[in-house]
């Protein structure tokens, strides 16, 4: 039942594991950039897009070897990203319905081209679809390192224009006047990001390769505020989702592997988005309460003291059913009444009266110096 | 054209930025209609005009950000192309998204990528232009800051900057003036002065009116074609204003002269 001896045993667990890791690692560093770019659907349409590319390269080789079929893909993905730029420029379609356009005309013709493939009378036909959801186990050790290789080379692509690529992705006209043909740079993050797309495929698949690239991205950008950082963190979440997810779908009979990685993938973006420290939903959520409650308690403690001002003595009591229809919200005066006699700038003077302390008098005159001098 | 203008018009090879029948249009509609401009080198110069006008365009055809119909744009008497080093742009601040994960001094250090060149990163002659950069605007305290965590202003000098870093001769900025505070404005008027003092040309697409005699020497009216350009005191009249503007400049009018009005200040 040892995880770790299980990857040192089983083979063909080993093979779908570290190919998961890859695809993972280089998902999660070119996502960032898509993300950082708002082109998350861009990953989208290239993978559905994918599709009739494996189909046509089939077709026409009647071969399945996946250097092929994923040198289809990446072509056809490669074809539609220059299609929805084309059509943005061309035209007055905006950038998210040339990305829905293109995605389902790809797809639905991918889709069309499977089915055609399937009625052949051929006994070579089977597998193809495997693609549409993904298959890891259809990984080969062969597989594995064409993907390692084509990961290398993306990743010393990456380091080599890394200046280049954050140019492109926060400035693109300040870059174009530093001299830099930002329309290359803009084709080769694209190439890298077709490319981590098709070595997705045969795991993964068309539909859930985009929570590949989006996911791992958007969970790193919860966590840090440096774009390296986000770049190595979104590929470690990616290589962690796939380890895991290869992990889960073997020892859990009929799980199939890469919907796992994805739900692998979608948990740390979950995780992130409640609990990372300063973006964490949660931790937002506990400030906002805290200060909400400070602000009340403080206009709490300004009206007490306006309405001292109409006696000779600042500590003369008052009713807190006149401090409610100061404030509307009889509960939050209670509590606010409570926060201050627990600091101890108000104390209650029985009968429902509270008044102020001396503390609580030189509280109240600060406060008022400090919204003045902010006016 | 009004002979006038021509008078003010400095020779070719001596202007900063000399611009010919520069004709810009999107989809069916010109954007700017067969502009000529000549900046003569050293003077602060504003450009005005209503909204829709061009301003913005026109500075983005004077860096080869967008790609004109006709006409031309030379550098210190060279076709742009080959001067781009010499121009430093501060784009409009909305233009990019200030949540990207970076730091001011990152950003600041993007002015020295050009001179870099493509593949070199940058190193600690790169770090100290920046710093030295941010002195001049006083934000070498906030060198480490997340660009998110800056006010409007703040970022304004971020991408001020930016242009100095790149040590260049004619700054191109986009209304730096837009949304920002006090203290910021302040410090863009002494950074102009200064830049103005070391013999640089600097170029402004500037909206507040009642400003432009006071802080530029220089003014381009601008409304689609080119209106008037030359010295503040002898152009920025209210007929031109009523040419570059139509009727909506009436109100500005009843202020007259607005020259003496900002000087009083």
Known sequence: MNILTDINFDYTLRIVALGSAILGALSGALGAFAVLRKQSLIGDTISHAALPGIAVAFFFTGNKTTTILLIGAALSGWLATLFILGIVKATRIKLDSALGLVLSVFFGFGLVMLTFIQKRPDANQAGLEKFLFGQAATLLAADVQMMAILAGVAVLALMLLWKEFKLLSFDEDFGATQGFAMNRINLMLTTLLVVAIVLGLQTVGVVLMSAMIVAPAAAARQWTDKLSTMVLLSAVFGVAAGVSGSLLSSRIPKLPTGPTIVLCISTVVLFSIFVAPARGLLWRWLRRRRNRRQFRAEAVLLDLMDMARHHPNLEHPHAAAVLHTLNLDGRAVRNSLAELAERELVRPAGAGLWSLTQAGIAEAQQLERRFQAED | ?265
């Open chain 2, 1 to 265: 054209m009004n002979g006038l203008n021509e008078k003010h018009k400095p020779p070719r090879d001596q202007a900063a930025i000399w611009v010919e029948d520069l004709t810009v249009a999107y989809q069916d509609k010109p954007v700017l209609w067969d502009v000529d401009l000549a900046i003569p080198k050293g003077v602060l110069m504003a450009i005005v005009g209503p909204n829709g006008a061009g301003k913005t365009t026109m500075i983005k055809a004077m860096l080869g950000l967008v790609d004109p119909v006709a006409g031309r744009v030379e550098v210190f008497g060279k076709p742009f192309r080959e001067q781009r080093r010499l121009l430093g742009y501060v784009p409009q601040r909305t233009s990019v998204d200030w949540d990207f994960p970076t730091n001011v001094l990152d950003v600041v250090m993007m002015g020295r990528y050009g001179t870099l060149g493509w593949f070199r990163r940058p190193g600690k002659a790169e770090r100290e232009k920046a710093m030295h950069a941010l002195e001049k605007v006083a934000m070498d305290p906030y060198a480490d800051r997340q660009i998110s965590q800056l006010s409007g202003g703040q970022q304004q000098r971020v991408f001020l900057a930016r242009a100095l870093a790149q040590e260049a001769e004619v700054y191109l900025m986009d209304e730096p003036f837009q949304g920002v505070d006090a203290t910021t404005e302040r410090a863009i008027v002494d950074l102009l002065r200064e830049l103005r003092k070391q013999g640089r040309t600097v170029v402004v697409v500037h909206h507040d009116l009642q400003t432009v005699p006071d802080y530029f020497d220089w003014v381009f009216l601008l409304n689609v074609r080119r209106i008037a350009c030359g010295p503040v005191e002898t152009f920025f009249t209210e007929e031109n204003l009523r040419l570059a503007y139509g009727g909506r400049v009436a109100i500005l009018g009843e202020r007259k002269p607005i020259a003496d009005d900002a000087k009083s200040l």
